[in-house]
């Protein structure tokens, strides 16, 4: 039977999500703690694997097992084997058909920044920081030049291993709240480092390096050499999955993150 979980953890902890030698990893801990409840291997697979330090409040996971389990002891069985940093939010039994994957359509994340000029100390490790006033009109303007399908490989990193550079970006929108700058990203799929990529771009149009037009020409010319830095992982959240219908899951998995709080969208 194959079962869907829905998944939240927070990145400090963590060298990512997928397993490798002498790291921990969320993969590594959720599949040690789903193996013990269905007393046999497995393995997971997951909508978007995430980097090291950066967070999930909605990953969607999918696993087969022989286990004949309810929905229930998915959830707090499993949490009952985990560390307090990876909870696990829903489970739903979920059509052959279903992968986590390779069935999603698109995918949310949100980058949460905290722009004052000291670093936030309780925040450490949550958000992103910029000390220096950032303009947001010019980040919008820049943002909207990323909008629509275009070929990201200035905004990749080099170790990314996509088939291809060119992603369709939904929407990219940049909200203030009090010292927080939030830039909401919603795509078919992203590229390795994209999103923090796109946020150190709008950030050094914000600080006033480059006018708006320069992320355009940038994009354009598709040299990762000329855009800005990788921002830091920190401020980073994978928010949410979108899915066909008929797979036996919400359509629509969103969770966003409000300062370490969160708000709740479609999720049961």
């Known amino acids: 039977m194959r079962w869907a ?8 902890g963590f060298h990512g999500w997928q397993t490798q030698a002498g790291g921990r990893t969320v993969q590594g ?4 703690a789903v193996s013990a409840l269905a007393a ?43 560390p307090e940093d990876v909870a696990v939010r829903a489970a739903w039994p979920v059509s052959e058909a279903f992968h986590a994957r390779y069935r999603a359509t698109s995918r949310h994340y949100r980058y949460v920044l905290y722009n004052a000029p ?19 009109e010019p980040m919008r303007a820049a943002a909207a030049l990323f909008l ?3 070929d990201f490989s200035a905004f990749r990193a080099a170790q990314c291993q996509a088939r291809s550079p060119v992603k369709t970006l939904h929407r990219l929108e940049i909200t203030r709240r009090g010292p927080f700058l939030h ?11 994209m999103v923090r990529n796109l946020v150190g771009a709008l950030v050094y149009v914000g600080k006033g390096r480059f006018p708006p037009e320069w992320v355009g020409e940038v994009l354009e010319r598709r040299e990762r050499a000329l855009a800005a830095p990788t921002f830091a992982a920190a401020g980073l959240y994978f928010c949410g999955v979108e899915y066909p219908p008929g797979l036996g899951l919400p359509e629509r998995i969103v969770r966003r993150p409000e300062f370490g709080l969160y708000e709740e969208v479609d999720v049961p």
Not at 5 to 12: D, K, M, T
Not at 29 to 32: G, I, Q, R, T
Not at 120 to 131: D, I, K, S, Y
Not at 184 to 191: I, N, P
């Open 5 to 12: 979980l829905l998944v939240e953890y927070a990145g400090q």
């Open 118 to 136: 000291v670093r936030p100390a309780a925040l450490a490790g949550r958000v992103g920081w910029e000390m220096r006033p950032l303009a947001l």
């Open 148 to 150: 629509g399908t275009h």
């Open 40 to 82: 046999h291997p497995v393995r997971l697979h997951c909508a978007g694997r995430t980097d090291a330090r950066v967070h999930a409040l909605a990953q969607v996971v999918h696993f087969d097992t022989s286990a004949e389990r309810p929905a229930s002891a998915w959830v707090r069985g499993v949490n009952a084997r985990l």
């Open 183 to 193: 830039f909401d990203a919603h795509a078919d799929a992203f590229l390795h480092h």
């Open 29 to 32: 801990v959720l599949e040690a």
